[in-house]
């Protein structure tokens, strides 16, 4: 008996914590979007010019080339296409792919 006292507000202590982990952050206290910061620089006048934007958008690419040896621009490597199937399936496999997969449009 005396230990389920003893257990008991560890227990509603354990559960308020994770309660407390679970609540949403305040508005005052989450990082800014990016869209609101150029609306506030634009507000207050510190906006960067066009020739600053231009000026840290290639200090960014150049950066990341750096860090990850890969052009920020290039788009990705082709992959297989969504749906398709790769290589051989066992019979088992390819019953359940034709029952799940509806026919195609005529």
């Known amino acids: 008996m005396r230990r389920m006292i003893l257990c008991l ?39 960067p010019s066009a020739a600053e934007q231009a000026r840290d958008a290639r200090t960014e690419d150049q950066l990341y080339r750096e860090l990850t040896g890969q052009n920020p621009n290039t788009p990705p490597p082709p992959g297989p296409l969504p749906g398709l199937r790769q290589g051989p399936q066992t019979p088992a496999v390819e019953q359940i792919y034709r029952e799940l997969t509806p026919p195609a449009p005529r």
């Open 9 to 47: 507000p560890a227990a509603f202590l354990l559960g308020s914590l994770g309660a407390a982990a679970q609540m949403p952050t305040p508005r005052a206290e989450r990082e800014p979007s990016a869209g609101a910061v150029r609306e506030a620089e634009r507000a207050a006048g510190v906006a």
